[in-house]
């Protein structure tokens, strides 16, 4: 395994943003089927109260005839962080919202992964990486 970042300036120092081929696109769907047909497709599910909340690809979505009005590329942070670590998410959100990007932050075990618009991902890679290399001077 290896090693797991702590303190949030390990984290932003390591964090290493990497864009993941494709787009995606956040939808809800309250038919099981529905759920059950799209969930291997899916790089993110979480079931609601309001039904079944995925993250999949746009043409997956488009051949679901589902919206793909908020098409969105991931951001992965390849830093190993701690699940109980505190300051990453902060950190990443404050730096895109001062810039007018919408983030949406998914969590995971052992990566963070963020949801920008496609048309802003490139501006939000650039703003990830001057977070990183100012957290790595500080250091």
Same mark, same amino acid.
Request: hydrophobic residues 45%; contains cysteine; aromatic residues 6%.
């Given at each position: ?32 089927? =529905? ?60 730096? =895109? ?30 703003? =990830? ?11």
């Amino acid at each position: 395994m290896p090693e797991i970042s702590r303190t949030a300036q390990e984290m932003v120092s390591g964090m290493t943003p990497t864009v993941r081929s494709g787009e995606f696109v956040f939808v809800t769907v309250a038919d099981p089927a =529905l759920a059950a047909s799209l969930s291997s497709e899916a790089i993110s599910f979480f079931k609601e109260d309001e039904g079944m909340s995925l993250i999949i690809p746009v043409e997956t979505a488009r051949g679901a005839s589902l919206s793909v009005d908020q098409p969105m590329r991931c951001i992965t942070l390849n830093v190993y962080s701690s699940l109980d670590g505190v300051g990453l998410t902060s950190a990443v959100s404050t730096a =895109l919202g001062d810039n007018a990007i919408p983030c949406n932050m998914v969590a995971a075990f052992h990566h963070d992964h963020l949801f920008v618009p496609t048309k802003m991902h490139d501006r939000a890679l650039q703003i =990830l990486t001057v977070l990183q290399d100012q957290a790595a001077r500080d250091a």
